[in-house]
């Protein structure tokens, strides 16, 4: 609603008089036509000093040119501009300033003039300026052609030189000569206007050394939106860097140490096979000579040992076949139910007292999988299921298919094993905690059973009760080709 006793043009001019922006306006020849109670607390002119004169009174000399581009830019194209500019004071002293800057038209919407709001943002800039300097980053900036134009204080610390000793020199004070190539292209893509990404390289500190750094490169604009130079912010990754390579040198020592321990595995496991199949030989020929003696038993103690001891030295290499990560699997097509009754016939050949049934299953059970390792894991839950069960009689196999999923169970009555161990006890040297000492083993047997499961996409886990008894089934994929 419009107040009485005021006309838009005294309501308008009371705005401009409160404002805290300058707001000025010039003719196009660049003569003062308005000069509001801000422009002389920001200037220093009264505005009867500054009407009539000529606009450069508030312009440093080096910028004058630049100021007039953009108002002979506003004239031709109209519309509004923003930037920031150094102005001067009557007393000589330099501000920061920001503009907005609009065309003045006459009644025939031709340009007569330019109106400006100026803020001083030196209180700003010197906010800049102080978090600039108080940055443990190194931030500078050089011209097009890499000459240096600004050096905080980080950059001093970083780099040794003093602010007076580089302004001015070039950028190469700082670049070893094996990046001089990449400095120039990095300045040519800033020249081009092209994104620089932050990238890590090396730099040169005065006295000679190196240090790593992250570099974010960004363009410099000046009023007319022309690139003139680029701002470098530098970051020292010496640390980071230090801390990586320490990393690598500790992974390539413990890949060694991992290559040494599987070479001992390896050639020890060998070793120890050769004169084991020897003794095992020679228990045989013993066996067979002494048919009938009373003493026999000794040689069958001995005979099962061995196999022990054997079986014991497979399982090592395997842990360190699956630690090297080259348990490799070999798939071929095959009947389960063939092989599971050639496992339970062999097995019950050695363990006569145990028997142990197979449950019927109607339909086929073709599965593609490495045969001798899904054999090792069924005969390996068997052997579980007979060492850790002293009083049974029967051990029930169970083989179906779901899902497109081949599922064996193996259930015994035997000692059980406590509800928190069910899953431990295919980690790796894992033993269930107070079991008597008379049921001896290694706690890697079913990690190998795990480790070859996981190896054809499947899943391994165990079901007990306490002194009732147990069950343990693997379920893997029937048709996945790999
Ligand atoms: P090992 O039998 O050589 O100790 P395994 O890796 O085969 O090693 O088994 C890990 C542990 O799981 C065994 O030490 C035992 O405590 C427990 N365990 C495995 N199978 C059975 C089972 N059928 N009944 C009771 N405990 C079992």
């Given at each position: 609603?419009?107040?009485?006793?005021?006309?838009?043009?005294?309501?308008?001019?009371?705005?401009?008089?409160?404002?805290?922006?300058?707001?000025?306006?010039?003719?196009?020849?660049?003569?003062?036509?308005?000069?509001?109670?801000?422009?002389?607390?920001?200037?220093?002119?009264?505005?009867?000093?500054?009407?009539?004169?000529?606009?450069?009174?508030?312009?440093?000399?080096?910028?004058?040119?630049?100021?007039?581009?953009?108002?002979?830019?506003?004239?031709?194209?109209?519309g509004m501009k923003k930037y920031e500019a150094i102005r001067k004071r009557k007393d000589g002293s330099?501000?920061?300033?920001?503009?907005?800057?609009?065309?003045?038209?006459?009644?025939?919407?031709?340009?007569?003039?330019?109106?400006?709001?100026?803020?001083?943002?030196?209180?700003?800039?010197?906010?800049?300026?102080?978090?600039?300097?108080?940055?443990?980053?190194?931030?500078?900036?050089?011209?097009?052609?890499?000459?240096?134009?600004?050096?905080?204080?980080?950059?001093?610390?970083?780099?040794?030189?003093?602010?007076?000793?580089?302004?001015?020199?070039?950028?190469?004070?700082?670049?070893?000569?094996?990046?001089?190539?990449?400095?120039?292209?990095?300045?040519?893509?800033?020249?081009?206007?092209?994104?620089?990404?932050?990238?890590?390289?090396?730099?040169?500190?005065?006295?000679?050394?190196?240090?790593?750094?992250?570099?974010?490169?960004?363009?410099?604009?000046?009023?007319?939106?022309?690139?003139?130079?680029?701002?470098?912010?530098?970051?020292?990754?010496?640390?980071?860097?230090?801390?990586?390579?320490?990393?690598?040198?500790?992974?390539?020592?413990?890949?060694?140490?991992?290559?040494?321990?599987?070479?001992?595995?390896?050639?020890?496991?060998?070793?120890?096979?050769?004169?084991?199949?020897?003794?095992?030989?020679?228990?045989?020929?013993?066996?067979?000579?002494?048919?009938?003696?009373?003493?026999?038993?000794?040689?069958?103690?001995?005979?099962?040992?061995?196999?022990?001891?054997?079986?014991?030295?497979?399982?090592?290499?395997?842990?360190?076949?699956?630690?090297?990560?080259?348990?490799?699997?070999?798939?071929?097509?095959?009947?389960?139910?063939?092989?599971?009754?050639?496992?339970?016939?062999?097995?019950?050949?050695?363990?006569?007292?145990?028997?142990?049934?197979?449950?019927?299953?109607?339909?086929?059970?073709?599965?593609?999988?490495?045969?001798?390792?899904?054999?090792?894991?069924?005969?390996?839950?068997?052997?579980?299921?007979?060492?850790?069960?002293?009083?049974?009689?029967?051990?029930?196999?169970?083989?179906?298919?779901?899902?497109?999923?081949?599922?064996?169970?193996?259930?015994?009555?035997?000692?059980?094993?406590?509800?928190?161990?069910?899953?431990?006890?295919?980690?790796?040297?894992?033993?269930?905690?107070?079991?008597?000492?008379?049921?001896?083993?290694?706690?890697?047997?079913?990690?190998?059973?795990?480790?070859?499961?996981?190896?054809?996409g499947g899943e391994i886990w165990a079901e007990s009760k306490l002194g009732v008894g147990s069950t343990l089934?693997?379920?893997?994929?029937?048709?996945?080709?790999?």
């Open positions: 609603m419009q107040k009485p006793g005021f006309t838009d043009f005294e309501r308008l001019s009371a705005i401009v008089q409160a404002s805290d922006d300058a707001i000025i306006s010039r003719d196009l020849n660049g003569t003062i036509t308005s000069w509001n109670s801000s422009a002389e607390k920001i200037f220093g002119y009264t505005t009867k000093e500054a009407n009539g004169k000529h606009i450069s009174i508030i312009i440093p000399e080096e910028f004058i040119a630049e100021e007039e581009r953009i108002v002979k830019k506003i004239k031709n194209n109209g330099r501000i920061f300033t920001s503009h907005i800057i609009t065309p003045i038209k006459d009644a025939n919407r031709k340009v007569i003039g330019t109106s400006k709001i100026i803020s001083d943002i030196s209180d700003q800039k010197a906010l800049y300026a102080a978090i600039v300097n108080a940055s443990d980053d190194a931030i500078c900036s050089k011209t097009l052609d890499g000459i240096i134009t600004s050096w905080n204080f980080g950059a001093e610390k970083m780099f040794g030189y003093k602010k007076e000793a580089v302004i001015g020199k070039h950028i190469n004070v700082i670049v070893p000569q094996s990046r001089i190539k990449e400095e120039i292209s990095v300045r040519n893509k800033i020249k081009n206007g092209k994104r620089v990404d932050p990238f890590e390289t090396i730099r040169l500190r005065k006295d000679g050394g190196e240090v790593n750094v992250s570099l974010t490169v960004s363009p410099i604009y000046n009023q007319s939106e022309k690139i003139t130079g680029a701002s470098i912010i530098a970051k020292d990754i010496s640390k980071r860097k230090e801390i990586e390579e320490q990393h690598q040198l500790y992974t390539e020592k413990l890949e060694e140490l991992n290559r040494y321990r599987d070479d001992f595995i390896a050639m020890a496991s060998h070793e120890l096979n050769t004169p084991l199949t020897v003794i095992k030989v020679n228990l045989q020929i013993l066996e067979e000579i002494m048919q009938g003696d009373e003493n026999v038993s000794f040689i069958f103690n001995s005979t099962r040992q061995v196999n022990k001891l054997t079986d014991l030295i497979s399982h090592l290499l395997d842990v360190s076949k699956i630690q090297a990560g080259i348990l490799r699997l070999n798939y071929e097509s095959f009947d389960l139910k063939i092989l599971l009754k050639e496992i339970c016939r062999n097995i019950h050949s050695s363990n006569p007292s145990y028997k142990i049934r197979i449950e019927r299953t109607t339909k086929p059970l073709i599965i593609h999988a490495d045969k001798e390792r899904i054999e090792h894991v069924i005969s390996n839950l068997l052997l579980n299921a007979i060492k850790y069960s002293p009083d049974l009689k029967e051990i029930v196999v169970k083989p179906s298919i779901k899902n497109r999923h081949l599922q064996v169970s193996v259930t015994d009555n035997g000692i059980g094993i406590p509800k928190k161990d069910l899953e431990k006890i295919f980690e790796r040297f894992y033993r269930v905690q107070g079991i008597p000492s008379t049921y001896s083993g290694s706690g890697i047997g079913l990690f190998i059973c795990s480790e070859i499961i996981a190896g054809h089934t693997f379920s893997i994929p029937v048709r996945k080709v790999y």
